[in-house]
């Protein structure tokens, strides 16, 4: 870098960020008194320069003067915070953080990398102007929804990038990021479902159980509520929600299906599409004659490691099948697979339908296969309906039974259409 031209924007976008950051922790720490912060707007406004000026310095090939800037900054950082950490009520230890966080900040976009560095003032103000809002979302947690983010976070971020992206197994099978990948979008859409009940499910009663509950186990919803009217202690909504997460589940199969399985999306929609219209509107019907109620506790935590691996597990040797039934019986044994299959895990059944080639089986007859778990899956959730439920959830089971006959006339006719 030569002149003095192409350094002003990373020197500008150095002084912004520190004066970003400035800003919030000089009106955060407004009222107290003078001496007793770390630093204030202009210190903070200064930090973000001297980091700016230190990464043009660095670009220019005056690695050492850079170091040595950089390290005067953040003694200075120091200094202050070991000062006032013996006085009454401590040091400011988030405004020494923050001040080290803007002298990085600076030294990225002197060396060339403004725009990151501003987009990253931005996100630790957000972070720092957030702290009452932080406040109460950990106020909110428990110790299993901390396991469960734990948990999550392992699943997601701490062995996916390490994954070979390349074929491996019997017949090729087996793409480990792939498999993965497909553990991180299932078990993802469950913590969702999972964390969003917690924070609104408990506190909005049945019908917000059974909404977003229903996204990630519409099975654990029809259980619970099955058992509260056949104890006698249901409040009136239980029949809505258990017609109202089923009706959940048929989109929620949906949207699996666009992730993982997109060239079946058009065929399967259509076929499921009267379905979930008719759960939706037997829903409705029942929760307009509902007396509201409290929710029970949501379904148990969904993200554990070992029910992951079962499940990553479980598609792998499906995998491994249908290549095996795409090689000896073509289509219509896959199809058979397919059923077979998802009356165990629709979701298994929608990734090894994503993971073959579009020759090994029609989009349309796929769907159909798919189609016909949801409809076992249905079944059975009729039958816990009736098991517990007892009288008291008659509407839900007929809620459930008008469903499954949509969904059994949209099969047939698609089945007659692909035999024609």
């Known amino acids: 870098m030569t002149g003095s031209g192409p350094a002003l924007l990373p020197l500008g976008a150095a002084l912004a960020a520190g004066l970003l950051i400035g800003i919030e922790r000089g009106w955060k720490l407004r009222g107290e008194a003078e001496g007793s912060r770390v630093a204030g707007l202009r210190t903070f406004t200064l930090f973000g320069l001297g980091g700016g000026l230190a990464g043009v310095l660095q670009t220019m090939g005056h ?4 170091a040595i800037l950089l390290a005067a900054n953040g003694a200075i950082i120091a200094i ?3 000062r006032l950490r013996g006085e009454a009520g401590g040091a400011d230890a988030t405004s020494a953080v923050a001040g080290l966080l803007t002298l990085a900040l600076g030294f990225l976009s002197g060396a060339g990398q403004p725009a990151l560095a501003l987009a990253g003032a931005a996100v ?6 957030l702290r009452r809002e932080t406040r109460r979302l950990v106020g909110l947690l428990d110790e299993a929804d901390v396991k469960a983010l734990a948990r999550f976070a392992v699943i997601a971020a701490a062995i996916y990038p390490f994954l070979p992206d390349r074929p491996y197994g019997p017949y090729d099978a087996w793409d480990l990021r792939t498999l993965w990948l497909v553990v991180i ?3 993802g859409f469950s913590f969702a479902g999972y964390a969003a009940n917690r924070i609104f499910g408990t506190r909005r009663g049945t019908i917000a159980t059974a909404l977003i509950g229903g996204a990630y186990s519409s099975t654990a919803v029809t259980h619970s509520f099955s058992q509260r009217l056949g104890a006698g202690a249901g409040g009136g909504a239980e029949n809505a929600g258990i017609a109202l997460a089923s009706a959940v589940m048929y989109l929620r199969v949906i949207v699996l299906v666009a992730l993982l ?10 076929l499921v599409a009267p379905a979930l219209v008719a759960g939706f509107a037997a829903s409705w019907w029942l929760y307009r004659r509902a007396v509201h109620s409290t929710g029970p506790a949501p379904p148990g935590n969904p993200v554990a490691l070992l029910p992951a691996l079962t499940f990553v597990a479980f598609v792998a040797a499906a995998a491994v099948a249908a290549r095996w039934a795409e090689a000896n019986f073509g289509e219509q044994g896959i199809a058979l697979l397919l059923l077979v299959m998802g009356t165990m895990d629709v979701d298994a059944a929608i990734v090894t339908a994503g993971g073959l080639e579009p020759a090994a089986i029609a989009a349309d007859l796929a769907a159909l296969a798919i189609g016909g778990t949801i409809l076992a899956n249905m079944a059975v959730k009729l039958g816990v ?3 517990y439920g007892k009288g008291a959830a008659r509407p839900a089971a007929l809620a459930l039974g008008t469903s499954m006959a949509v969904l059994s006339a949209s099969l047939a006719v698609g089945y007659a259409r692909l035999a024609a």
């Open 261 to 270: 399985a997109s060239r079946l999306l058009v065929p399967f929609a259509v």
């Open 185 to 187: 979008i299932v078990t």
């Open 63 to 66: 690695g050492l003067v850079a």
């Open 80 to 82: 202050g915070y070991w």
């Open 124 to 129: 630790v103000t957000a972070i720092l102007a």
């Open 385 to 387: 309906t009736l098991a």
